[in-house]
């Protein structure tokens, strides 16, 4: 059996293990996940090793934890001219991996499988530049940026706004995870619930865990306070009439119900069925997650809040700006709301749907079969070159 090697910069969590379809490559594959994270970010890994990391090797797959730079070098030496599936990002210690790897002929895939609209920061923001002029990391990510070498021998493109973003020697045209959710809800779940007989708008806010997401300890990006975040969250789901509103609270992966729960002990809040909550709400409030692809495919209206802690937040202005930019819709600062109600339709606009499932979530020229068959079948075709 031919083996393929799967690296990531984080331990390996339960839905990691769905949306990458270990089980199903592992029909046809020997499967071996590279876990850098001990190595380069131990702190991260020793905040989720905890959570729901599959501790122990299963027959389908086994886990190489990598805990030194020997270790490195001895998969390196033993794995090179290998398939191997990349999803660490891009900070500098992953780009000057991802080199070493090219250089020792290893041939990596790249799946873009999470993308969201963005913007550069505006040149007012001069701190920022500053501070990046005088960052190391940032002119290593600038070196290996403009460093011209097909890094990927195959490229899974998954979106329109995926076409340009990186050199390949084979291209396939996918979609992102969160349409193989999609597809897979809709095949096991072909009805919606039955609310004819609700008068209240159902809203899911969803949850992105800003307060306490080991992602910004990876980008060493400042986020929210949580007992200031979420107070600000209650305040303001608190604030809208409780007769004509239905709020629930759809939380993110990473987080912890006991985290939050303190602050929404008289709202619902669901773990795990995020696409469920939004197929069967009216209304979705959201800051800037990919889940919102979810809202795009049953043509849900979105609005943007924000807080005023957030304002400065890099994620704020790159992220939630270019969201709002591209529907040409205004967020809604939570912090200064003083309604009980609020006029959706200056909030949200979904006349752009379409083109955004385009740009963001599914590529115009992908199938929509199973995203891992089609890559097994591709993978073994190329094998037999």
């Known amino acids: 059996m031919k083996k393929l090697n799967i690296i990531i910069e984080a331990p390996l969590l339960q839905k990691d293990f769905k949306r990458f379809g270990i089980s199903y490559l592992s029909k046809n594959f020997q499967i071996v996940i590279i876990d850098i994270s001990y190595l380069t970010k131990k702190k991260i890994y020793q905040e989720l090793k905890q959570d729901e990391y599959i501790i122990k090797d299963e027959d389908s797959f086994k886990i190489n934890t990598i805990k030194s730079i020997r270790d490195l070098i001895n998969f390196i030496k033993k794995n090179k001219n290998e398939f191997c599936i990349d999803y660490l990002g891009d900070i500098p210690i992953n780009q000057i991996l991802r080199y070493i790897l090219f250089l020792f002929d290893f041939k990596l895939i790249k799946t873009s499988h999470g993308m969201l609209p963005n913007k550069p920061l505006s040149i007012r923001n001069y701190k920022y530049f500053l501070l990046k002029m005088l960052n190391l990391s940032h002119w290593i990510n600038f070196l290996f940026n403009k460093i011209k070498f097909n890094r990927w ?26 349409y193989a959710t999609y597809l897979e809800f809709e095949k096991n779940n072909s009805k ?47 604030s809208l009439d409780s007769n004509k ?13 006991k985290n939050i729960q303190k602050y929404f002990v008289d709202y619902k809040i669901t773990n795990n069925s995020t696409i469920s909550e939004v197929k069967n709400s009216d209304i979705i409030f959201c800051h800037y997650s990919t889940a919102l ?13 924000y807080i005023n802690d957030m304002k400065d937040k890099h994620y704020f202005q790159r992220y939630m700006n270019a969201l709002c930019d591209y529907h040409k819709i205004t967020p809604l600062n939570i912090s200064e709301f003083k309604d009980s109600d609020i006029d959706i339709n200056k909030y949200s606009n979904t006349s752009k749907y379409e083109d955004y499932i385009n740009d963001f979530i599914k590529h115009p020229k992908s199938k929509n079969n199973y995203i891992w068959e089609e890559f097994t079948n591709f993978l073994i075709s190329h094998y037999k070159q």
């Open 293 to 305: 692809n979810f809202a795009y495919l049953y043509k849900k209206p979105i609005i943007v809040i």
């Open 192 to 238: 919606k619930d039955n609310n004819d007989f609700k008068r209240k708008l159902s809203a899911v806010f969803i949850d992105q865990n800003l307060a306490d997401n080991t992602d910004f300890l990876i980008t060493k990006h400042k986020t929210v306070k949580r007992e200031i975040y979420y107070n600000e969250l209650k305040l303001f789901f608190d």
């Open 153 to 178: 021998h195959i490229y899974m493109i998954s979106c329109k706004k995926a076409e340009k973003i990186r050199n390949s020697n084979y291209i396939l045209h996918t979609y992102t995870f969160d």
């Open 245 to 257: 509103w239905n709020i629930k609270i759809a939380l993110h992966p990473k987080n912890e119900i």
